[in-house]
C-alpha cells in the first residue's frame, strides 16, 4: 500500500558535485610495489631526485616511476634493472600488464600507457668473480706472451 502512495509524485533526482583526486605519488607507489613483485624485477631504478631523497633519509616508494595523469587517464613510466639470464622483454611484458591492472583495480582510472624502460642488469656474484678470474688470468697470460714477441 505504501507503494502505490509514491507512484503518482515526481521523483526528485539529487546530484552531487563530489570529486575524488588521487595523488600522482599514490599511483607511483602502486606502480613500484607491483613492479618488484614480477619475477626478475632485480630493483627499481630511480633518477635524481630519488637519489637525493635516499641521501636525505626519505624513503622513496615510488622510486624509478613517474606518472602523468589526465583526468581519469594515466601514462606511467617505470625505470628498472632485472636479473642477468632474464628475457627482458617477457618480464617487460609482465610489468606492464601487472603495472596497468593494479593501477585500474585500485583507482578505477584508465591506464592508457605503462612504459618500461630497463636500465640495468643485476650481474650475480659468481658470475662477476668468474669474470674477475678469468680476466685476471687473461691478462696473466698476455704479459708471459709479451716478452716473447718482443725476442721474435
Known amino acids: 500500500?505504501?507503494?502505490?502512495?509514491?507512484?503518482?509524485?515526481?521523483?526528485?533526482e539529487i546530484t552531487n558535485e563530489d570529486k575524488l583526486k588521487i595523488a600522482e605519488e599514490v599511483i607511483e607507489i602502486i606502480a613500484s610495489i607491483e613492479a618488484s613483485k614480477v619475477p626478475c624485477v632485480a630493483a627499481m631504478s630511480g633518477g635524481f631526485t630519488?637519489?637525493?631523497?635516499g641521501i636525505l633519509g626519505k624513503k622513496n616508494l615510488g622510486k624509478?616511476?613517474?606518472v602523468e595523469t589526465e583526468e581519469n587517464n594515466v601514462?606511467?613510466?617505470i625505470s628498472l634493472i632485472v636479473e642477468y639470464g632474464c628475457k627482458i622483454h617477457l618480464v617487460a611484458r609482465e610489468?606492464?600488464?601487472?603495472?596497468?591492472?593494479?593501477?585500474?583495480?585500485?583507482?578505477?582510472m584508465?591506464?592508457?600507457?605503462?612504459?618500461?624502460n630497463i636500465v640495468g642488469i643485476n650481474i650475480p656474484k659468481e658470475i662477476k668473480d668468474n669474470k674477475e678470474v678469468k680476466e685476471v688470468k687473461e691478462t696473466k697470460e698476455l704479459k708471459e706472451k709479451e716478452p716473447e714477441e718482443i725476442e721474435a
Open 1 to 12: 500500500m505504501a507503494d502505490n502512495i509514491m507512484e503518482g509524485l515526481p521523483v526528485e
Open 50 to 53: 630519488d637519489g637525493l631523497a
Open 64 to 66: 624509478g616511476v613517474r
Open 75 to 77: 601514462i606511467v613510466h
Open 95 to 108: 610489468v606492464q600488464n601487472v603495472v596497468r591492472n593494479a593501477i585500474q583495480d585500485m583507482t578505477g
Open 110 to 116: 584508465n591506464v592508457t600507457e605503462v612504459n618500461v
